[in-house]
């Protein structure tokens, strides 16, 4: 059984460091890369909305974003975040992919 691990982060500095496992749950690679959680999305969809209040170009939202790694956004919400700006999906993978990266 392929499991995933939910760990208990702290900000040091500039990156998150893992305290402790939280949780161990069954990975489904079937809902991999689709499912998203919708109250991370609002606060992203407030920032989506600033952004075009104040007409700053669509990517402008990343780099808000990345100012916010407590945010843990998973490659699900970074999908929709592309869907929802209208970028391909691939847009998402590749910042979550950069997010991924940045955290280490």
């Known amino acids: 059984m392929v499991v ?3 760990f208990e982060t702290e ?3 500039n990156s998150l460091k893992r305290l402790k496992v939280v949780e ?4 489904n ?8 959680d919708e109250r991370k999305l609002y606060i992203v969809q407030q920032l989506i909305d600033l952004g ?3 007409r700053y170009q669509k990517g402008w939202i990343y780099h808000q974003l990345k ?3 407590e945010l843990e956004l998973s490659l699900g919400d ?7 700006l209208g970028y391909k999906a691939g847009w998402g993978w590749y ?9 280490r």
């Open 4 to 6: 995933k691990f939910i």
């Open 11 to 13: 900000k040091s500095g």
């Open 24 to 27: 161990i749950v069954p990975a």
């Open 29 to 36: 690679f079937a809902e991999f890369g689709t499912v998203y």
């Open 52 to 54: 075009e209040l104040q």
């Open 67 to 69: 100012e916010l790694p």
């Open 78 to 84: 970074w999908r929709e975040i592309a869907r929802r």
């Open 95 to 103: 910042k979550w992919k950069e997010m991924l990266s940045r955290a």
